[in-house]
T-cell receptor, first 115, second 115 residues
């Protein structure tokens, strides 16, 4: 069983289109994240949800809209795709709380290519 | 503000040689520190973590790291490199507390292992 699974793994689309990436975790964690890895492999947090509540939004353009229907799912919808959105998007989860250290479990990534 | 600096974007070693990947950090609060490994076209996998217990931390695949507060360092070592260690390695910091697992990553170090 995959702990953190993302779909699709690869996504190729045209500028201006809207696309979504889905993420599910079966670890029972209470916090989920979206990270973006750019072409230089630099990883940066985009969003974090704790128990379905948005708690981190790192000045991401509002074309990006995360949605968490429940603790186990966190989806990312991107409107009006731009060339600069091409990247690998990683979903991650963790148990965060007094006993939590913030250790993250990552999915395998979704490679988005905007043409 | 927190930051992580990995010295050397590329490290090349011979099989059987010592592996040393350098990581320095800056944090205004006691940090949690991590090393993650990323194999080509895969997600990030946790190698080891420092969470304010023992300063010498052992991880998977024979890797270990030592937390040195005086040097603000968390270098990753392995006594004898194996071909399968070839990958990209990321040092990361979590400020803990209410940061909800927001990891700050270093730039990554690509490890090449020669026969």
């Amino acid at each position: 069983d995959t702990a953190v699974s993302q779909t699709p793994k690869y996504l190729v689309t045209q500028m201006g289109n809207d696309k979504s990436i889905k993420c599910e975790q079966n670890l029972g964690h209470d916090t989920m994240y979206w990270y973006k890895q750019d072409s230089k492999k630099f990883l940066k947090i985009m969003f974090s949800y704790n128990n379905k509540e948005l708690i981190i939004n790192e000045t991401v353009p509002n074309r990006f809209s995360p949605k968490s229907p429940d603790k186990a799912h966190l989806n990312l919808h991107i409107n009006s795709l731009e060339l600069g959105d091409s990247a690998v998007y990683f979903c991650a989860s963790s148990h965060t709380g007094l006993a939590g250290t913030g250790e993250l479990f990552f999915g395998e990534g979704s490679r988005l290519t905007v043409l | 503000a927190q930051s992580v600096t990995q010295l050397g974007s590329h490290v090349s070693v011979s099989e059987g040689a010592l592996v040393l990947l350098r990581c320095n950090y800056s944090s205004s609060v006691p940090p949690y520190l991590f090393w993650y490994v990323q194999y080509p076209n895969q997600g990030l996998q946790l190698l080891l973590k420092y969470t304010s217990a023992a300063t010498l931390v052992k991880g998977i695949n024979g890797f270990e790291a030592e937390f040195k507060k005086s040097e603000t360092s968390f270098h990753l070592t392995k006594p004898s490199a194996h071909m399968s260690d070839a990958a990209e390695y990321f040092c990361a910091l979590n400020a803990g507390g209410t940061s909800y697992g927001k990891l700050t990553f270093g730039q990554g170090t690509i490890l090449t292992v020669h026969p």
